[in-house]
Structures are given as structure tokens and as C-alpha cells.
């Protein structure tokens, strides 16, 4: 197919239209051009095809598929190899159902515990985020169909995501949140990236041409096309110029009229509009080409490979005594709902229609089951199965605490009491507090494992397979541990803690942790020796001196100079995983470069000095180390005094002269409310937008027999979707007219006429 002789053929009105979707799944059909309709769906851990109603939430059902742990869990793999395994089997099950693009994976940086989507995230950390996404990509594409990394960028909280401002210094914004999206486009190299709901430094992702165009396109070499994610559009106009190509979902025309006006008058180029169009038909075609082929869907080995991703992703937290793995001799009770209603997966955009799911009851028919804490009176091994349940944790908003139910810590706590040998199987998407740690002996985190989870469970538990997954995450003690704890969860996000992210910061202002980045343990034990580093490639022996085979995870921290530079005190630069025997020993290499070393400053460059490469099995269990000098750059460096010696949270003060401007919070004043203004903001300030809250709030509630429960996160997701999402969003995605939304925002503004006027005006 020659695109430019078709785009040569198209009309303006038709090259713009192309850019928005048809409805809530499809781009348009133009049959007069040969040009066919395109699907796309989520899918970051497994498909989610609707067919009949839709919606971007997950609340209706969607056609069965394989359910993969999610990625608060492969991100404990450390495993890039399993992660592309995973997406080349999504890849497939996309093939099989005709959609051209599945939308993930999500590589957004778990910068606070309490994100409400964090188990859609893999890490704290860039490489890792980055290598385990590329992975994923690779997975997915080797199919022909196409990914799409997400959400592009800054997108770390829930709360007012739809209008946020994500407001960091510039090292911040290369150093830690734009890494993982880099690593992700250059080694996965996905056909399509999909732009964030929120602003950056006060600019929508969608109209960003830094981001878009200077970064992605032309510093990263992508050369694929952008959506945006739903409703996500802010100026059509500026969109088309910062290289946002596809507009969804479609059915409202959002600023078609006002593009074609501005080429018209010459504010826009069509060249901007042919380069997206190009972009958009390039992705309809190649999907054409994939659903030619003839793959063949083994969904009963994608069970498989969904049980193996959960076994290896599965993390060993504390195990006092060797009390794991169990024997089957030994008299074992299950206690939890958990165990026989697993909590696998997470609800939103990712929620999944499993065409299998089995329960640990299932998987261990013969282990007795009870929710009676004293049924652990008379077994000599109680294992309990708790967490978090769907109410604390989804898309849509965030969590207030990091709090486990207290039903949860109730049973844990009783069945401890009675019984001293007791395992906690934790189902959670992330880190939570753990009041009971010191009182238990073993605890297997799980995550969130997908379909196959109470097999992997049984597996784990009883030895058939030896725990190796790493926390991807530290785990705080207290959530007030945490550095933005106290700042966290306002509309406009500021990322006063600059580069101290997770372990970056507890290691650097010496907070103990509950768990530490990188922590888990196994069956068997490992010991490193032999630490070297030629040519650019640390290796190191590593051997396993237990009993049993068993995987390690090998990692590298780069410890920077004692020269006074604001950096953290240790990072993440290179890791694998090895396969050992009982007494088998590995050379391992790991590969590290010049970025390894490098800060941002206009650009990479390596400061002079001399470097600490330590290694180990987790960031706090380093016990072999090297060091190399790097003849760079002097460096001056003029922050304030926080950032060297950072303890507690920084002051606005601090934060402010980091980011060299002053920050003033949003206020919202009636006569200044805009598109970008939610309806859950107005309401107290406009009776026409309180109306429109209960009408809001009404309809919603008829999808839950009437019944306005914000304590269930079904209907705490939608309102928040709805209501709180901008009014341009509103009329992308909710299909209003919009001389109907801009009539009520005058009103809301004091100008009734006005508003009137507009709404009788219907154009």
C-alpha cells in the first residue's frame, strides 16, 4: 500500500477526521479509500475485547482471555525473557481476535505506594521499568500487531488525573520518569505510544511538542503514532502540531471544525495533519498484514505460562526457621477467603474476562479450609491468605492509606496468637503496612498472579518450585516513611522530592524499610565471589550452595562520588537472572556504559570521580565491591541544602528554588472556570454544575440498582471518571454536544444568558 499516494487522494475534512476514532474501540472506515476500520483494546497483562457495551473502565464484560499476573507482580520476575514469553502470547490472543493494537504496557514510575494504579506499574525504578516493558513490547510485536507504551508521562497519581500538573525540575523529569519510557521505545521499539491525561510543567501531554516530538520522535528515534489515552485530547490544534496523532475515542468530532478552520487561515499546517494521518493508516495497514497470518492459540499453554510468570514473579518476604517450603506430612490448615476467592487481578481499564481461574482450594483439594481463625488451634502449620480487596485499590483513584482491611489484620493477628508456626500468602497490588510482620514466620508476597495463581500458590508452598522473584518496590515501614507522604495526593502534583524515588531516598537519608528494593529470598542460598569489570562488563561468580535448583536475581548498584553533587547515594545499573543447580556455579556479565555513570545536565554527561560498582542479591545485601575512576566533567552544582542530605520532605522553599519558579496552588474562582475545570470542582461554586454532579451521580447509580455507594470502587471509579474528568474531556468521551458544555461552563462562570445564548445556538 503506497500511504502517500492514498493521503494524495484524501480531502483536508477527510485527513482530519481519520484522526479521531469511530466510536469507543475503532479508528474510521473510509471505504472510498480502501480504508479499513482498526480495533484496539487494553491489555497490559491480557486481552480485553469488548464486544457489546463498552467502556474504558472495565465494568462490562469482555470476550475471554488469558489472565497474566499483572505487573505488580512480573516486575518482581526481573525476568525480561518471561515478560516477552507473556507478550508474545497476548500477541496472539490479539491476532486471534483482530485487534491491531493492544494498549500497554504501562511504564509509569511508582513514585508513592498509595497510586491507585500501581499494580499496572512495575517499579520504582527506570532500568527496571524500562528493560521489563521493552521485554513485554518485544513480546507483543513479534506477533505484527502493536503495542503501546503508557501512559506518556508523568502520570503517577489518580487523583485529578484527567487534569493535573505534574511540576519537576528538569534531572528530575530525564533521570527518573522519562528512563523507562526511553529504554522501553529503544529496545522495544512499540508502533504506537499513548499520551497521558495530565499536564507537564503546565502543558497537557497531548499539546507537548517537547515531549512528542523533541524527545520521543526526534532525540528517541520513535517513528510510530501517538494516541491519545480516552478522552485524553486537550487542543486539537496544538496536538496536531506536537505530533498527537489519533484522537480517542472517537464519535464527538472533538475540534475537527477549529483544525480545518486554523490550515484554512494558516495557523496549522496540513503537513501536520498528513504526517499523523500517514502515522495512523501505517498501523490500520500492518495490522491488516498481521490478521493474515495463521497462528495457532494454544490458550491451554498460556495457562501454563500464566502459572510459570506467577511462580517466578512470587516473592519470599521472610521465612524464620525454613517453616517453607511445607510438607505434605506435615498437618497444614488454609485460613481466608483469599484462599478460595483469590483476589488476582486489579479493577479498571485492566480487568480481565479469565478463561480459567483457579482458587488454592482448587489446587490443594486435601489441605482443610476454614475463615475460623481457631481453626489453626489444631494444625501445626496455619496458612493465611489476606490483602487488599478491590475497594482499596483501582483505577481511578487512590489509596487513602497503606492500610491492610482491618478484618485482614484481625485474622492474621488471632491466627499468630494461636498458632506459632504460622505463613501469610500476601494478595495485594502494593506495599501495605505490616503491624503483624514480627509475629508471623513466613510470608509469600503474591501480588496480583493472574488466572493461574492458586497453582502457583500450591507450588510455592510446598516446595515443587523455589520462590526467586525481588520486590520491584520498597516497602516503608510507615507510610509517613515515605518521602512525599505529607505533599502527595493534591491536584497538581509536585514532585518537591526531586530524584529521591523509593530506595533512592531511604538509602540516601538512612530510613530502614520494612522490605528493601531488590529484597527476596529463596529455598537455596547464594554466595558471589570473583567480582571484576573489563571493557565495560562486570562479571561476577555466583554460586547456589543449598539443595535445591532455584533462580537468583543479580544486581548492580552504582555508588556515585563523595563530591558534593546533589545524586542519590546508590542506583540501579544492570541485572540479571541465572538459573544454578545445587552447588552449581555461573559466571554472570553484566553489561554497564557511560549513561551508567551519567547525570543530566542539557544533557548525559559523567562527572568526574571515582565510582562504586557493588553487587548483590538486593539494594541492602551488597557484598562485593569495586571501584573505577571516570574522567568527566566538573560539575557545579548549586541546590539547596535538602538535596544533599535529604531527611524528612523538602520544604516548598527548597522545592521552589529547585525548580527555579514559584509554585502557586490552583485556585478556583467562578468567572475564571475553564474546559480544563471538572464538574466535582464547580459543583460548589455553579448550582448549574451541581446539577449536573446529581445528574452525573443519578445515572451511575441506576448501573447499581440505584444505589450511590462510594464505598463500592465500581462506583467511586465511574464518578470519578465522570465527574471529575475536564469538561473537554466530557466532550470526547461522554457524549455531549459541545454548545451544551460550553453553554453550562458560562453559566457556571455567572453568565446565564450567555450560556443560554450558546446552548440555543446548537453549533
Known sequence: ?????????????????????????????????????????????????????????????????????????????????????????????????????????????????????????????????????????????????????????????????????????????????????????????????????????????????????????????????????????????????????????????????????????????????????????????????????????????????????????????????DLLPLSTDSKIVFIGEMAKEIRYQGAGSSHINPWKLTNVTDSCPDIPYSNDPEAARNAEIAVVFAGLTPAYESEGFDRDNMKMPEMHLELIEKVASINPNTVVVLLCGSAVEMPWDDKVKSILYMGLPGQAGGEAIANLLFGKVSPSGKLAESWPIHYQDCVCSTYFGKKDAHYREGLYVGYRYYSTAKINVRYPFGHGLSYTSFVYSNLSLSNGTVTVDVRNTGKQAAKEVVQLYVLPPKDGLYRPAKELKSFTKVFLLPGECKTVSLPIHERSFAVWQDNWVVPSGVYTISVGGSSENLPLSITTEKRGEKIKDNRPEWYYHPSSAPSQQDYEKLIEKSVVAPSLIKGHFTMDNTVMEMKDYSLIMKIMYKAVEATIAKGFAGKKDYSNPEFRMLMNSAADSSLSGMKISGGMKNYVLEGMLAMANGHFFKGLGLMMKKA
Not at 485527513?15 to 487494553?42: N, R, Y
Open 1 to 321: 500500500m503506497n500511504i502517500k499516494n492514498l493521503l494524495s487522494k484524501m480531502s483536508l475534512e477527510e485527513k482530519i477526521a481519520l484522526c479521531s476514532g469511530a466510536d469507543f474501540w475503532h479508528t474510521k472506515t473510509m471505504e472510498q479509500h480502501g480504508i479499513p476500520s482498526m480495533m484496539v483494546c487494553d491489555g497490559p497483562h491480557g486481552l480485553r475485547k469488548q464486544e457489546n457495551e463498552t467502556d474504558m473502565l472495565g465494568i462490562n464484560l469482555s470476550v475471554p482471555a488469558t489472565s497474566f499476573p499483572t505487573a505488580v507482580s512480573t516486575g518482581c520476575s526481573w525476568n525480561t525473557e518471561l515478560l516477552e514469553e507473556i507478550g508474545e502470547a497476548i500477541g496472539q490472543e490479539a491476532v486471534a481476535n483482530k485487534i491491531g493494537v493492544v494498549l500497554g504496557p504501562g511504564a509509569n514510575i511508582k513514585r508513592n505506594p498509595l497510586c491507585g494504579r500501581n499494580f499496572e506499574y512495575f517499579s520504582e525504578d527506570p532500568l527496571l521499568t524500562g528493560k521489563l516493558a521493552a521485554g513485554l513490547i518485544r513480546g507483543i510485536e513479534s506477533t505484527g500487531i502493536g503495542s503501546s507504551l503508557k501512559h506518556f508521562a508523568f502520570n503517577n497519581q489518580e487523583y485529578k488525573r484527567f487534569s493535573s500538573d505534574s511540576i519537576m525540575d528538569e534531572r528530575t523529569m530525564r533521570e527518573i520518569y522519562l528512563t523507562g519510557f526511553e529504554i522501553a521505545v529503544k529496545e522495544g521499539k512499540p508502533s504506537t505510544v499513548m499520551s497521558a491525561y495530565n499536564k507537564i510543567n503546565g502543558e497537557h501531554c497531548s499539546d507537548s511538542k517537547m515531549l512528542l516530538t523533541d524527545i520521543l520522535r526526534n532525540e528517541w528515534g520513535f517513528d510510530g503514532m501517538v494516541l491519545t489515552d480516552w478522552g485524553g485530547m486537550s487542543n486539537r490544534i496544538k496536538g496536531f502540531k506536537s505530533g498527537c496523532d489519533l484522537c480517542m475515542p472517537g464519535g464527538s468530532a472533538y475540534m475537527e471544525k477549529e483544525a480545518l478552520a486554523a490550515v484554512k487561515d494558516g495557523s496549522l499546517s496540513e503537513q501536520d495533519i498528513d504526517c499523523s494521518a500517514e502515522r495512523i493508516l501505517d498501523k490500520i495497514f500492518a495490522a491488516q498484514k498481521a490478521f493474515v497470518q495463521k497462528i495457532s492459540v494454544n490458550m491451554d499453554a498460556h495457562h501454563t505460562l500464566a502459572r510459570k510468570a506467577a511462580e517466578e514473579s512470587a516473592v519470599l518476604l521472610k521465612n524464620d526457621d
